[in-house]
């Protein structure tokens, strides 16, 4: 429902060892899919720890 209203998009990534791998990987995978362009900002929601599947309990805003 959020993808229609605010084009929110989710993506399910390689399992990172840290919250630093995480925002790198998820900005190099979405300027390799030309999702996003410099400039851009998005949000990283993730669970701390990491791999912690009960809750999504971390979020970031990033400027590409």
């Known amino acids: 429902q959020l993808a229609l209203v605010w084009s929110v ?3 399910v990534l390689p399992e990172a060892k840290n919250i630093n791998e995480l925002i790198k990987n ?8 030309k999702k996003v362009v410099k400039k851009d ?3 990283i929601v993730a669970s701390q ?5 009960q809750a999504m309990n971390w979020i ?3 400027e590409i």
């Open 9 to 11: 998009e989710s993506l």
């Open 26 to 33: 998820t900005v190099k995978n979405l300027l390799k899919n």
């Open 41 to 43: 900002k998005i949000v």
């Open 49 to 53: 720890p990491l791999g912690y599947k």
């Open 60 to 62: 970031k805003l990033e």
